[in-house]
């Protein structure tokens, strides 16, 4: 049932996911004061590295438990790692029963330094900036997107040794899909399924922003408790730029729902949006290096860098095209003795002008068409429409509205349209609300193959209080009515240059224009 729904989303939403109290057994962690060095916090494994339990390492210096060198080190890092930043490999050395070498990892948090230990791992002979150089190396020449996207999967799969890698791509809907991919041949391929956006909560989208990679080597482990668990205040410490953080048990049951038992993703931002993640599995659990991970970490700034490039100029190819688009129309408007009727005659240049499948011009009861529009009655709806919304020159009112929803300002019952014509967008041309344009977007039809069923993520019990992610990852065909591809930033701004524009051309002054009052 819908408030059901509606309720485990926001459930799902409002886990603190960096508050865990908890990390993963794949490595320790001891928290100190600075410039004291007492130890506050330790991870109740820490017995295994340094033989009594977590409490009672809690007081000591740090120099009771790590030689000078390591002390220094550490306090080196420390001072370097910004608070909030991510930890960075601070010094390696032999500790533990067995002598075994691991890897320091420090930030600050919480007026406390961090430190999380890890075993070093096999790859440490290759450094983070070798193995990321040769995974850049690979990427700078090749030109087409389709192949950029899949050799990104393609050389994270070779360095990292994960059985499926995945670029996944978020939509504007916050649902994603798979784009490339990259798998051991006898795993049934994800590439082009679309997963809702309920299986990546907006908090844990938001502190991917901030945490670009994370591991979780073996989806069986056991959390291990932070000693003591909150801090002194009461307030649970903050995770979220801890390597080892104890991750969802919500997101661990969808991983073991999907055959995974190793995963590693890395965050793509764009403009400061997620833009995607890589997405690795492995059946297997599968441990993933510092050295590795940093590499990865060093990788995924290329990509993000490199799709922001690429990006940008699309926007502004497009934004190119429809200005010279504007100007041509400017040209024609300033030569025209009546510009405003002028207007109604050059609807081709003004529909390229703000790019659409479509254009109306409304005056008074008039209509001057190009391009997709509606049928009389469907323009008529679309004016009902603009005075629902209340939109106009002056009193604050908006001069431009917009939608990419036909059941927004369609009547035709369930959201349908049987001219193809979902999206519009209108641009007030006077004060009295007598002139309009209008910019048709067609539907866009998709061919969506949904993993799993998009409208049942949760898995709710009897009480209504269960909150799972699906079980069913099969796919299945879906198509998506009543919407457009929706309007963009980009778009709102061309559709505001040209009404400047029209304003200056069609003022006052321009004898026998309508458009005189805008
Ligand atoms: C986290 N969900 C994630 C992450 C991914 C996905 C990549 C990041 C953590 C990681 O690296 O493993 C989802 N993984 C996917 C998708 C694919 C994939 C879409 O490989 C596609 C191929 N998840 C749900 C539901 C909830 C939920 C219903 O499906 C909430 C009730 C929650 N997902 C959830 C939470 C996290 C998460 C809370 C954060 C985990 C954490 O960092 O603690």
New binding site residues.
């Given amino acids: 049932d819908v408030a059901g729904y509606e309720q ?1 989303l926001a ?2 939403a409002s ?1 603190p ?1 960096q508050h ?1 109290a908890s990390i993963q057994p794949a490595g320790y962690l001891l928290s100190c004061s600075a410039p004291d060095w007492i130890v506050r916090h330790a991870s109740a494994n820490c017995e295994q590295l340094f033989g009594e339990p977590a409490a009672q390492l809690v007081g000591l210096d740090l120099s009771q438990l790590l030689d000078d060198a390591m002390v220094e080190a550490i306090a080196n890092a420390a001072v370097d790692s910004g608070v909030g930043h991510r930890p960075f490999g601070a010094a390696a050395g032999n500790l533990g029963p067995h002598a075994e070498i691991f890897e320091f990892g420090v930030h600050r948090e919480d007026d406390l330094v961090h430190i999380e230990i890890e075993p070093q791992g096999l790859r440490a002979k290759t450094g983070a900036s070798d193995l990321s150089q040769q995974m850049i190396a690979r990427l700078v020449n090749v030109e087409d997107e389709a192949e950029f996207h899949r050799a990104i999967a393609e050389q994270v799969r070779l360095v990292t040794g994960f059985d499926r890698v ?1 670029l ?1 791509r978020f939509l504007h809907d916050d649902s ?1 899909e ?1 784009i490339a991919e990259a798998r051991a041949g006898d795993l049934d391929p ?1 590439l082009g ?1 679309r ?1 809702p956006g ?4 907006p908090q ?1 989208r938001a ?2 922003l901030r945490n670009r990679i ?1 591991v ?1 080597p073996d989806v069986g482990y056991a959390p291990v408790p932070l000693v003591p668990p909150t801090l002194p205040d009461g307030r649970p410490l903050d995770l979220s730029q801890h390597a080892l ?1 104890s ?2 048990p ?2 661990i049951a ?2 073991k729902n ?1 055959g995974v038992a190793a ?3 890395i965050s793509i931002v764009v403009d400061d949006r997620l833009w995607g ?1 890589i ?1 690795c ?1 492995h059946r297997t659990p599968r441990a993933v290096p510092p050295a590795v991970r940093g590499a990865a970490d060093l990788f995924g700034m290329f990509v993000s860098m490199r799709i922001a490039a690429r990006e940008l100029q699309l926007t502004m190819a497009y934004e190119e095209q429809a200005s010279a688009a504007r100007d041509h129309l400017e040209t024609k408007l300033v030569h025209a003795r009546m510009p405003s009727l002028a207007l109604s005659t050059e609807l081709t240049l003004v529909q390229r002008a703000v790019p659409s499948d479509g254009v109306a011009m409304l005056r008074g009861d008039d209509w001057n068409t190009t391009g997709r529009v509606p049928s009389r009655a469907g323009l008529d709806e679309a004016r009902d429409w603009l005075r629902r919304t209340g939109a106009g020159i002056g009193n604050g009112r908006d001069a431009i509205v917009m939608t990419g929803d036909v059941a927004d300002w369609r009547l035709g019952g369930e959201g349908r349209c049987d001219d193809g014509l979902a999206g519009v967008l209108a641009v007030a041309l006077d004060s009295t609300c007598a002139e309009w344009l209008l910019f048709f977007r067609r539907e866009q039809l998709e061919d969506v193959r949904w ?1 799993g069923r998009p409208d049942a ?2 898995q709710i019990d009897a009480t209504g209080a269960k ?4 079980t069913s990852f099969a796919s299945w065909r879906e198509t998506s009515v009543g919407h457009a591809r929706p309007w963009t930033d980009t778009d709102r701004r061309l559709a505001e240059r040209l009404r400047l524009m029209l304003k200056h051309r069609c003022g006052a002054g321009n004898a026998g224009t309508s458009v005189g009052s805008l």
Avoid: T, W
Avoid at 198 to 201: E, F, H, Q, R, V
């Fill in positions: 485990a459930q799902c886990e996911i865990s995945m996944y994603g798979v994800y399924l997963f309920s299986d990546i909560p844990a502190l991917y994370r979780i953080r991750v969802s919500v997101h969808y991983l999907m995963s590693m993703s993640l997405a599995h993993a993520p949760f909150v799972g992610p699906r």
